[in-house]
């Protein structure tokens, strides 16, 4: 088995460590303040490329031949600098594009996956409803066959991207009574009449990832925005959930890391009782236990990475390396606050949004107690 990541992709690392080294950490406090959707990093990084990572080039997409590690070195790199901008384009670049990609006809993918890539439209993906969060057989949301195509009825809730997406995937029953087995997917134009926001959510954590409520009332869709086969919907997307739970592991692991790094550095310039704090034992062992998870929820995020980039079931993979990439980080979050003091309560120093940020990850792409049900299937009990 290869440790090493090849020359190709630390050379990626390198220019997207770039990036975000000189245009997201310089905005990422102020994008949390504010709250602002980043539009203009979304549009620079499809105009260079990086927004294809996980696409054939002739969508505008890279066609690499590992996209899934390459997608998590990027989502990594982004979440060091700002968890809410890596979760933007995090989402943008997986599930809610994937759909198109996978599913879509071709005048579908000409006129919403090559802009999406471009950086020029952004999309997002409806699943969870109100009612209906880890229970997916619980939407509501109904589709009803017409003349013309489907008339769709329901409301959306937690959908990241959703108050600036051009584009939304929405999950809806085609067949109430056969529950998960009754979902379709459609793409909805979020300028079509019956489509709105309800309402821009307030969060703690993640402020700068645009989180929404939709309303889709009486929504007329067109029989070609159906994306797959009726009642396939769930079906389909269950592979594509498992590659979001990769992407979130990697946000998580890029956010931990930043933790780390600035607790290690802070414990090497802080003097008490005349010596860094470094020296002594109590930051010591915590410092070599934040890198100790580290560690382990890099090896199990990447590993599922490459299980998905090699053609086999990624299920287990992604769900364990969500549960153990989201409480390293958590953990580690908990312990860079503990080592700054009082100054880690303060806005002065970034550890503070960093604590708030990692609760989003063990809640995002579904929550960690469904993670452990998920391995719990998978491993026959």
């Known amino acids: 088995m290869d440790f090493e990541f090849t020359e190709e992709q630390r050379e990626f690392r ?31 990084l499809g105009q260079l490329g990086y927004l294809g990572i996980r696409y054939p ?3 505008g997409g890279s066609g690499l031949k590992n996209p899934n590690i390459f997608h998590c070195i990027f989502c990594e790199e982004l979440a060091r600098g700002s968890l809410g901008v890596a979760s933007v384009l995090g989402m943008h670049t997986s599930t809610a594009t994937h759909t198109v990609y996978a599913w879509g006809t071709e005048e579908l993918k000409q006129e919403y996956l090559v802009p999406a890539l471009s950086g020029e439209k952004v999309a997002a993906f409806g699943l969870t409803e109100p009612g209906a969060g880890s229970d997916a057989a619980a939407i509501r949301t109904k589709a ?35 529950g998960v087995h009754g979902i379709s997917l459609f793409l909805v134009d979020t300028k079509a009449p019956g489509f709105s926001v309800g309402r821009r959510l307030e969060k703690f954590s993640n402020k700068s990832s645009d989180t929404a409520e939709l309303i889709l009332e009486n929504l007329e869709v067109p029989v070609d925005h159906l994306l797959g086969q009726e009642n396939q919907g769930f079906t389909n997307v269950y592979i594509s959930l498992a590659i979001d739970r990769i992407m979130t592991a990697a946000l998580a692991l890029g956010l931990a ?32 236990d934040m ?38 980080a958590n953990y580690i979050c908990r312990m860079a606050t503990s080592i700054f003091g009082g100054y880690g309560l303060m806005k ?19 929550t960690n107690d469904i993670m452990k049900l998920i391995v719990a299937r998978q491993i026959g009990l």
């Open 14 to 44: 390198k220019h997207i460590a770039r990036y975000v080294d000189d245009k997201v950490i310089p905005v990422a406090e102020s994008l949390d303040e504010t709250e602002e959707f980043p539009r203009d990093i979304v549009r620079e």
């Open 291 to 328: 890198l100790a998870m580290l560690k382990t929820a890099e090896l199990h995020t990447y590993y599922a990475a490459w299980t998905a980039d090699h053609q086999e079931n990624p299920t287990e993979a992604a769900a364990i390396a969500k549960l153990v990439a989201t409480e390293a």
């Open 144 to 178: 009803v066959k017409t003349d013309k195509g489907y008339l769709l009825n329901g409301t959306k809730i937690f959908i990241s991207n959703g108050t600036v997406a051009d584009f939304v995937t929405i999950a809806a029953k085609t067949d109430p009574e056969k």
């Open 257 to 288: 890391k930043s933790a780390y790094q600035a607790a290690y550095k802070y414990s090497k310039e802080r003097e008490q009782f005349g010596r860094p704090i470094c020296k002594f034992q109590a930051v010591q062992f915590r410092l070599v």
């Open 348 to 366: 002065e120093f970034p550890v503070q949004r960093y604590l708030r940020d990692s609760f989003f990850p063990l809640v995002a792409g579904g």
């Open 57 to 59: 080039e002739e969508y």
